[in-house]
């Protein structure tokens, strides 16, 4: 692993970089020769180098972490973890509470909210013996408003939104994983800018305790590799369960072997226009190595359903996001009535103002478009064993702010046209780091019909194993 110079740039080559893995380290916290203790101290020394640029953390919470490492150190001497990610560092998303940190939210309103709870996922880890080390920024209440952080490759571009910090503390090796959350690119994003990999799971699968207040919101898992990102979203539903009156996430608690898929549909989606030219050369190539591979590729010339899906899916980034809108429009306008600037302008007008101009008919009618949204993508599901998209719409763009006097920008964190479909869908979704376009990240995104999260691991395991990396 180089070093980031001076300038915090670091060119990304899918093929050559690594990120802190954690479950390769566990013979050695066996026999001795490393312990919990010791790795996170190097975590620590990492932070302590990079985040003066990157600024993935709203607080760390390192005495506590370090008495976490050494409890842990000793279950292991003694031949008794809690789990398979017993004394794994870990980052959680400030929008998820957290006893012994402040949960702020990214929001000005929300400074020095403390309350001294956990999420249940946070709970689950704990059980699990992972050492909660910190809290990672999020952008403002998980919407569009950039947030500080930068990207580990090079801080003049995005670590996109909303999970901006646990995308970039796993992209600079700072910790193995974070935990992330989505209602529509907000993990998948911060997955392909960071070269992570991330897991959204199907809708429920992963209880999100307090966070139950919008339809398409997950709880999901970045990690630099995909026995890690298994290995912690199955060690929290096993202990959580799934939101209730839905099924936890379910599959083996080991990582779901490498399978080679049968049959894939590529999907453009309506964010293929936007997908800048050479992005779309990589996907290219990683689609030619999948035929070659023997696997059947169905496209929308090729196959009537494919077609009618891609049809289904005029319009989803709207769909999606006055859905959003709608569903947290309580909650935005109370903190704006008690608190009148501690939201930004940009929340004002993409939470209250677009959802007072949807209002609840138009709420309805958003439902049943999702509904036969997802009608239509069930009817994929005995045709093909996933579908394949770029995970985002090219590597991280450059922010540089708002431009004076005009209207805020709509996406500064990214471009979420290729996320929305498995947040409407409640699909679940894998980011595979496979990609390097101009020295970033670009994300390749694989995913399933609703269920089928261990299956859609297990393919991806395949490619990232049996494919060969793209730089371009």
């Not at 290995?231 to 080679?260: E, K």
Request: with cysteine; glycine share 12%.
């Amino acid at each position: 692993m180089t070093s980031a110079r001076a300038d915090g740039v670091l060119a990304y080559d899918p093929a050559t970089f690594e990120g802190l893995r954690f479950h390769t380290s566990v013979t050695a916290f066996r026999d001795g020769t490393d312990s919990p203790r010791e790795y996170l101290e190097r975590c620590l020394a990492t932070i302590a180098e990079r985040e003066p640029v990157v600024r993935a953390w709203v607080v760390l919470n390192a005495d506590g972490a370090r008495q976490q490492a050494d409890d842990s150190t000793r279950r292991w001497q003694h031949g008794e973890p809690l789990s398979p990610i017993d004394g794994l560092p870990i980052g959680i998303k400030d929008l998820l509470e957290t006893r012994d940190m402040p949960t702020q939210m990214g929001c000005a309103a929300f400074a020095g909210n403390f309350p001294k709870r956990d999420n249940a996922a946070v709970w689950a880890l704990r059980r699990a013996g992972a050492v909660v080390l910190g809290k990672t920024v999020t952008t403002e209440l998980g919407g569009p408003e950039p947030s500080p952080t930068t990207n580990p490759f090079n801080p003049r571009h995005t670590p996109g939104g909303s999970s901006s910090g646990s995308g970039a503390a796993v992209g600079a090796r700072m910790v193995p994983a974070t935990i992330a959350t989505q209602t529509g690119g907000s993990l998948m994003r911060p997955a392909s800018f960071n070269g992570a990999w991330g897991l959204k799971p199907t809708q429920g699968a992963i209880n999100r305790g307090e966070r139950q207040t919008a339809s398409m919101t997950s709880h999901g898992v970045l990690a630099a590799c995909p026995e890690d990102m298994w290995l912690i979203a199955i060690a929290i539903a096993s202990r959580a369960g799934g939101d209730p009156g839905r099924p936890a996430l379910h599959g083996p608690a080991t990582p779901p072997p490498a399978r080679r898929p049968g049959t894939v549909a590529v999907i453009e989606t309506e964010a293929w226009e936007r997908l800048e030219p050479i992005s779309r050369g990589a996907f290219e190539q990683v689609i030619a190595q999948v035929e070659a591979a023997g696997v059947t590729v169905l496209r929308r010339a090729d196959d009537a359903v494919v077609e009618r899906f891609e049809r289904s899916l005029v319009g989803v980034t709207d769909l999606g996001s006055a859905i959003l809108a709608w569903e947290h429009y309580w909650a935005f306008r109370d903190i704006v009535a008690s608190t009148p600037d501690g939201v930004s302008a940009r929340g004002k007008r993409f939470f209250i103002e677009a959802a007072e101009q949807l209002g609840a008919a138009g709420y309805e009618e958003a439902l049943r478009t999702r509904a036969a949204v997802q009608a239509t993508y069930a009817l994929l599901g005995p045709r093909v064993d996933a579908v394949i998209a770029p995970t985002s719409s090219g590597p991280a763009p450059e922010w540089s702010g708002d431009v004076p006097g005009q209207e805020p920008v709509r996406w500064p964190t990214g471009d979420p046209g290729f996320n929305f479909p498995s947040s409407l869908l409640g699909a679940p979704a894998v980011n595979v780091p496979l990609m390097g376009v101009g020295g970033l990240p670009f994300g390749l995104q694989v995913m399933g019909q609703p269920g089928t999260d261990a299956k859609v691991t297990a393919i991806t395991r395949w490619m990232g194993e049996a494919l060969t990396p793209v730089s371009v």
